[in-house]
Each structure stands twice: as C-alpha cells, then as structure tokens.
Nanobody, 114 residues
C-alpha cells in the first residue's frame, strides 16, 4: 500500500524540542524528494522544509531556519523533522508529502504551549 504515516507529535513547552517521523511504504522512497508542511489552526497549509532524494540539498521556510532540521534515512524509508526552540506559533498539524506524484500523510498534531 502506498502511504505516508507521520508520528512524534505532541504537547511541548516553548523552547522545547520534538522529532517527527514519517514512514513511507509502497513506493521507491529513495528516489523521491520529500517535504514537510504544516497547517496552523485557521490558516492555510504552508511548506516547512524540503529535502532531495539523496538528502544532499535541503530548503527551509524563513520561519523555521536555524531551528528545524529535515533529514532522511533511505535504508529505513523514513523522513524526519527535528524541531528545536519551539514557539507557540509552531503549533500546527504537520504533514509529510511526496511532491510528485502528490501523496500526503494523515498529519500529526504539534502543540507548543506552557
């Protein structure tokens, strides 16, 4: 079955850290660039980070540069998002995505609050 399954979300205090994981199956993960998106409450979904198939090139939204790190383990068919120095404005549902052809996970909730 072709799917993406996110995990690792939760409630964290401001300044804390979380690591999200996205397990891919049913397609050649190692050949796909991958992205993390997020959708804050009441707002549009936005791109957070992108990584190429080999992991050599990454790009980040300005709002998360220097705090978030996207990475991948092609041997484990898994995408990661390490999130440090979390802020309340990082609260959102986080989705992993294969851009082409488009495939989305179900999302995982991240809440940053004291």
């Amino acid at each position: 079955q072709v799917q993406l399954v996110e995990s690792g979300g939760g409630l964290v205090q401001p300044g804390g850290s979380l690591r999200l994981s996205c397990a891919a199956s049913g397609f050649p993960f190692r050949l796909s660039g991958m992205s993390w998106y997020r959708q804050p409450p009441g707002k549009e979904r936005e791109l957070v980070a992108y990584i190429t198939d080999t992991g050599r090139i990454t790009n980040y939204a300005d709002a998360v540069k220097g705090r978030f790190t996207i990475s991948r383990d092609n041997a484990k068919n898994t995408l990661y998002l390490q999130m440090n120095s979390l802020k309340p404005e990082d609260t959102a549902v986080y989705y992993c995505q294969r851009p082409l052809p488009a495939l989305w996970g179900q999302g995982t909730q991240v809440t940053v609050s004291s």
